[in-house]
């Protein structure tokens, strides 16, 4: 019987080859057969949904994770963040980020980085210059 960390890996190849509907139909297969998906499945997911533009969707699935109380981790908030930021939605992911903080789940490099580099694509220069001034003085540059 294959594994969540098998199901994981296959869900994974369909998100980064474009196939997320498929991807999602197979999370409900293995869910129906009674595998639990993990953190990492969801997030394997949302990054998915993210990338091929379906934003709304992503943030469904991550709502999801929080009403059902996972303990989401820098990486699951910073794939959101990200996914935000690519958008152009950085109002979301700055409340996000704040959330995030809020939740006990302190942002690392790759999360300030990310949201720092689309800002200054923005010309949201203010914004990104006091994110990175935070960054420094949380000693992650």
């Known amino acids: 019987m294959a594994s969540i960390i098998t199901y994981s890996s296959l869900l994974d190849a369909l998100c980064k080859n474009h196939h997320v509907d498929e991807a999602i139909a197979l999370l409900r297969k293995f869910k129906n057969k009674g595998i639990q998906p ?20 992503a943030q469904e699935v991550f709502q999801h994770l929080l009403m059902k109380g996972y303990n989401l981790n ?39 980085e ?8 923005k010309d949201e220069n203010d914004m990104a210059e006091k994110l990175l001034r935070e960054m420094i003085t949380r000693g992650l540059l």
């Not at 990310?114 to 694509?121: N, S």
């Open 38 to 57: 993990d953190l990492c499945t969801y997030t394997i997911l949302i990054k998915g949904l993210c990338v091929s533009g379906r934003l709304k969707d």
């Open 74 to 112: 820098v990486y699951t908030y910073t794939v959101m963040i990200h996914g935000f930021c690519y958008k152009g939605l950085f109002d979301e992911a700055l409340a996000l980020l704040s959330k995030m903080k809020d939740n006990g789940c302190m942002p690392n490099a790759k999360t300030y």
């Open 114 to 121: 990310i949201i720092i580099l689309c800002l200054f694509e």
